[in-house]
Nanobody
Framework: QVQLVESGGGLVQPGGSLRLSCAAS???????????YRWYRQAPGKERELVAH???????NYADSVKGRFTVSRDNAKNTVSLQMNSLKPEDTAVYYC???????????WGQGTQVTVSS
């Protein structure tokens, strides 16, 4: 089993920045075989949407709504993935979830989510 724990959420003014982190712990075999990580978000009354994706070799993809403002990165040595969010807008307000897929066990893991609120 793998546990994913997000941190770094909070309240920020429009135009501000936040950095979310997701730390993986648990089964060493599963952790070293985690393929891609993804960040999702879910705003009240809306469906969960994919925000950013990073593969095991560092290739990234972003939702159009965050391109140029958000950057996803991973540190395989520390078993962490981060989401740097700049130029935040009120519409970025949501609970942000970390998601990872283990290529060995074929299991999909989720964190508990962290709240990001962008408001003046």
């Amino acid at each position: 089993q793998v546990q994913l724990v997000e941190s770094g959420g909070g309240l920020v003014q429009p135009g501000g920045s936040l950095r979310l982190s997701c730390a993986a712990s648990g089964s060493n075999l599963e952790i070293v075989t985690l393929g891609w990580y993804r960040w999702y978000r879910q705003a009240p009354g809306k469906e969960r949407e994919l925000v950013a994706h990073i593969t095991s070799d560092g290739s990234t993809n972003y939702a159009d709504s965050v391109k140029g403002r958000f950057t996803v990165s991973r540190d395989n040595a520390k078993n962490t993935v981060s989401l740097q969010m700049n130029s935040l807008k009120p519409e970025d307000t949501a609970v942000y979830y970390c998601n990872a897929f283990c290529t060995w066990s074929k299991k999909d893991y989720w964190g508990q989510g962290t709240q990001v609120t962008v408001s003046s």
